[in-house]
C-alpha cells in the first residue's frame, strides 16, 4: 500500500471499535523517546546531522519487517505535500510538531498503522503504537518489540542513573508516554468531567484534548497519560494509568445509565435532533459536526438509534476534519463556508450509505 492510498482512506484498524471498553476507550496509545548517541537533540542538531538521523534510522529500520511481519513505509516529510502532512496529523500518525519544518524529518510507518515512527521531532525517535480499546499491554508489548529492533541497530543515548536520555526533562527515564483516547459525552452532559479530570491531575495525569497537548476537546473526546515517567517502570506507568482509565470508563458508564433511566425521553430527543441535524444539514462547521457525532454515538451505543452504525462516528471523526475534507474534495483552496457545505453533504452520503 502506498502512502497515498493510506492517506485517501478515513478508517484505520487502531479506530475500528474493538478491544475493550471499544465503546468509550477509543484507543491505546504507547509512545517511546530515544535519541542517538553523540547526537544533538533536535532542536540543536544542525541539518547535516538531523540528514544523519534520518539516514541511520533507515538503514535500521530495513529488518524491521523481520521482526513483527508487518510491511514498513519510510516516508520523507519534505516529499509530501503540505495538505498531505495535515492529513497524517488530523489521523494520529504524527504530531502536529513534526510537520513543522519538514526537511530532514521522516516517518517509519507500518501499512496498518499500528505503529510509526517520527524522526526527529522533538526527539530523534518517537516510537509509537497505536491499538483499539483500552488495550494499554499490547501497545507495550508491539512499541517494546519495535525498540528492541531498532535498538540493536542503533546506538542509543542512555544513562544508568537517569535511563533514557531526552530533549525534555519529564521523559527522562522509560520515555514512556502512555494514554488513552476517551469518548465521554456522559460525562459531560452531566457536568462531571472537570471533578473527575481534577482528581485524575492530582494522580499525577494529564487531561488533554484530540490532539494531545496544546489541543482543546472537542466532541467529547479527551486522552489521559501519564505525566511522569523517571523512577518508574514501564509496567508501573501503565498499570496505573489503567487503573484510572478504568475507573473513569466506570463513572461514563454510570452517567449514560443514569441518563436513560432519569432522562430518557430528553435524551431521545436530543440524540435524534443530532441526528437529524447530520442527515440534512446544508453546511456544518468541523465543531458542530464534532458535538453532533459525539450526541449521536451515545444514542448507538446506548440503542436509542438504529439508523447508523457506531463505525460511522470514528470514519468521520477523521474524513470532516477540514485537511482530509480538502484532501478528499480534491481542493485546496476551499473556504470556509465552502468546506461547510461539503463536510454536510459528506454526512448526508456517509449516514444514507450506512
Known sequence: MSIETLLEQPLTPWMNGSGLDGDIALSSRIRLARNLEEIPFPNRANEGQLAGVVTQVKVAAAELNMIDQGKYLFVELDKLLPLQRYVLVEKHIVSPNHIQEPKNRALLLREDTAISVMIN??????????????????ALALANQIDDGLEAKLDIAFNEQMGYL????????????????????????????????????????????LYGEGTEAVGNIYQISNQLTLGYTEQGIIDSLYSVVKQVVDHERRARSILKEQ??????????????????ARS???????????????????????????GIFNELLVSTRP?????????????????????????RDRINRK
Not at 432522562?263 to 440534512?280: E, H, I, K
Not at 481542493?331 to 463556508?337: H, V
Open 284 to 310: 456544518i462547521s468541523s465543531q458542530e459536526a464534532m458535538a453532533m457525532l459525539s450526541e449521536v454515538r451515545l444514542g448507538i451505543d446506548l440503542e436509542i438509534i438504529d439508523e447508523a452504525p457506531a
Open 121 to 138: 521531532e522533538e526527539d530523534h525517535l518517537r516510537i509509537q503504537c497505536l491499538m483499539p480499546g483500552l488495550n494499554l499491554g499490547e
Open 166 to 209: 531526552t530533549a525534555c526533562p519529564t521523559n527522562l527515564g522509560t520515555g514512556l508516554r502512555a494514554s488513552v483516547m476517551l469518548h465521554l459525552p456522559a460525562l459531560a452532559l452531566t457536568r462531571q468531567t472537570s471533578r473527575i479530570f481534577n482528581a485524575a491531575t492530582q494522580l499525577g495525569l494529564a487531561v488533554r484534548g
Open 263 to 280: 432522562s430518557g425521553s430528553m435524551l431521545a430527543d436530543r440524540v435524534w435532533r443530532a441526528f437529524g441535524t447530520l442527515r440534512y
Open 323 to 347: 485537511n482530509f475534507l480538502q484532501k478528499a474534495v480534491g481542493r485546496t483552496d476551499l473556504k470556509a463556508a465552502e468546506r461547510d457545505q461539503f463536510r454536510a453533504k459528506m454526512i
